[in-house]
Structure formats: C-alpha cells, structure tokens
C-alpha cells in the first residue's frame, strides 16, 4: 500500500506541475542550463541611395557609427532597399563602396527583398524600367541562406524568417498583394516546424503604417495575407521597412517595429488617427540595437539630430523572454498539494 501511495503521489506532482507550467508559446528563449551570456544585433532599414547612380553619405555616416559604436554586433539585419536601384549593377557596387567599413571587418549582413530591389533603370518621367522581379541582380550581389530571396535560420535560441514581399504587388487603382503558393507553403512547414521559443519576421512592407492614408492601405493588404500566419504560428516580433521613420505598435500580441531610418529621404508621420495611444514614432534618422539576455530583448532606438549630429535612445522596448518565478511557484504548488493534501488524505484512507 505504502508503493502505492508514493507512486500515486508521484503521478498528481506531475500531472500538476504539467498544467501549471504549460506556459503560451515565446516564455523561453534558451533551454540551455548554466550560464547565458548576452549579445546583440542591429536592425536598420532603407539604406538606398536617393537618385540613381550616386553615393549616399547618409547611409555611409550612419553605417560607420553602427560599426564604430557596436564592437561586438553579431549581425546587422536589413529590413529592405539597400539600393534605389536594385535591378542595376552600378547601384550595388556604390552601396558596397560605401558600408566598406563592414566589408572590410566581414560583417554578417540578412537582407530582406525590398520593392527597389526590383526597380531598374530610372526613366525621364521618375519611373523605372521593367521591374526584375526573379530578384537577379540582388541574388548576384548578396550570399543569404536558403534560396536568397526568402528564408530562415535559428541563432542562440532564436528562429529569424525573412518574407519576400514584392513577389506579387499591383500599385494600380486597389492596392493588390499576394505571396506565391511557393513561398506560403514554405512560411508555413517553416514555422509549424519551428523548435525555438521565441520567434522573428522581417518583411519589408508592413502591416502597420502612420505616413499616409495611402501607406495606411497598402499595410492593410500586407495584413491581410500575412498577420493571420504570424498570429497561427506564434511569431513574437516583426521587423519592417518601407516607410521611411521609427514606428513602434504592438497589436494582436506581435509586436511590430518599422526600422526604414538608415539613409533613405525620411517620411512624415501624418497619418495617426489610426494608431494606439501606446504607439510611439518619429521621423529621424536611427537604427535599433537589439540585446538578448536570458530573459528580456532590450531593444533601443538610437536616433540622430541632424542639427546637431548627436545621437540619442529615443525609445525602448522590453520583451520579457521567460518568468521563471511562475515556474518554480508551479512547482511549490504541486509538492504542496502532494504533501499537504494528497498523502494526509490517503493516510486517513488507509487507517480506516
């Protein structure tokens, strides 16, 4: 009988330390026992030259800094539109000329597909030629994982999965956007298969815009095709472009970051009337250093003042990565319901 007991008691310490450790997806981000030690990547966007076939001093500026100010960085991920031209060899070859800094010292770049990847030669009236959309000329010039143009990898307990979406884009009359079946079916398996606790997407237009009613429409198309995946498979943190500004929101549980700061022309931010009181955004030139602790990503947004030059934190965000003290409560709770409860009311029932 005495086997029994302990053997039952065992069962209830399980089966209630089970339940109440069953926490929603994203609560840790490493399993490893022992020490974690912290690191960090940068996330920057819209990088492109302002005309065509010319340097960009802005990008190349902002570019040093990032190097200069983040020794230990252990990648730079890039939310899209390195170049104004994407479609064109001469506009890579100045892009590289000028982050040298990085080339130089063999910085990991992850790109994201933007819409001027695509873009060729400009024509008199501010148009562009034929768009090369098999992504050619990006693939030439870039080494990504996968097949270049989408793709994923796990680094430290984390799973980043980079979505292309300028594959299919109509600008005429009603905004139109659509992933090919390939690339969807992909996202999919991608994630259902995703081990890691804690996951984030960079696509380069966004769900979420605060620049124009326009802008405002074409994320809602973008949200449409892409949110319900992010919100089935559990995706914690979006990283965007596409919109020249910082813009930080938080909807549906995901968090979203529009990083597009790092050269381009900025963009006003002069549609808010549909952002959330907890939104915050500005339009300055920045970047964003994401840091990785055992528990929390710390992510900072170092902005410029162009009057000034100088650089300050102009927000942060903090994602709490797992609760270790709801864990070990779920634990005291179930040696104490064994001992307290379980084994005194199986005692009385073997006396009698």
Not at 82 to 89: F, H
């Amino acid at each position: 009988m005495r086997k029994k007991l302990i053997s039952f008691s065992i069962c209830i310490l399980f089966l209630v330390s089970a339940v109440t450790v069953n926490f929603p997806n994203n609560l840790l981000v490493s399993k490893a026992v022992g020490s974690y030690e912290p690191w960090h990547f940068i996330a920057l966007g819209d990088t492109r030259n302002w005309w065509p076939d010319d340097t960009n001093i802005l990008r190349e500026v902002i570019l040093d800094d990032v190097f200069i100010s983040n020794p230990n960085l252990e990648f730079i991920l890039h939310t899209g539109d390195m170049t104004n031209n994407g479609g064109e060899q001469r506009d890579w070859d100045l892009y590289y000329e000028d982050i040298d800094l990085h080339v130089e010292n063999n910085v990991t770049f992850y790109y994201t597909v933007g819409n001027h990847e695509t873009y060729t030669y400009p024509l008199p009236d501010g148009s562009y030629g034929p768009p090369e959309l098999n992504f050619s000329t990006y693939m030439a010039n870039v080494e990504m994982p996968g097949n270049e143009r989408y793709y994923s990898f796990d680094h430290k307990g984390i799973h980043f999965i980079f979505i292309n979406t300028d594959e299919y884009w109509i600008h005429e009359g009603a905004y139109e956007f659509d992933i090919t079946t390939e690339q969807k079916d992909w996202i999919i398996n991608d994630l259902a298969s995703n081990t890691m606790n804690f996951t984030i997407a960079s696509f380069h237009r966004p769900c979420y815009s605060v620049r124009s009613e326009s802008r405002y429409l074409q994320a809602n198309v973008i949200r449409k095709v892409l949110e319900p995946i992010l919100i089935e498979f559990g995706v914690d943190l979006v990283f965007s472009g596409h919109d020249h500004y910082y813009y930080n929101t938080k909807r549906k549980g995901i968090q979203h970051i529009v990083t597009g700061g790092a050269g381009a022309p900025l963009a006003d931010t002069g549609f808010t009337g549909h952002a959330l009181v907890a939104d915050r955004y500005f339009s300055k030139y920045h970047y964003c250093n994401v840091t990785v602790t055992e528990e929390v990503i710390t992510i900072d947004a170092h902005a410029y003042y162009e009057e000034s030059g100088n650089k300050s934190i102009d927000d942060t965000i903090t994602m709490y990565l797992k609760e270790p003290s709801k864990t070990r409560i779920s634990y005291f709770f179930g040696f104490t319901v064994v001992l307290f409860w379980v084994i005194p009311h199986l005692r009385k029932k073997i006396k009698k």
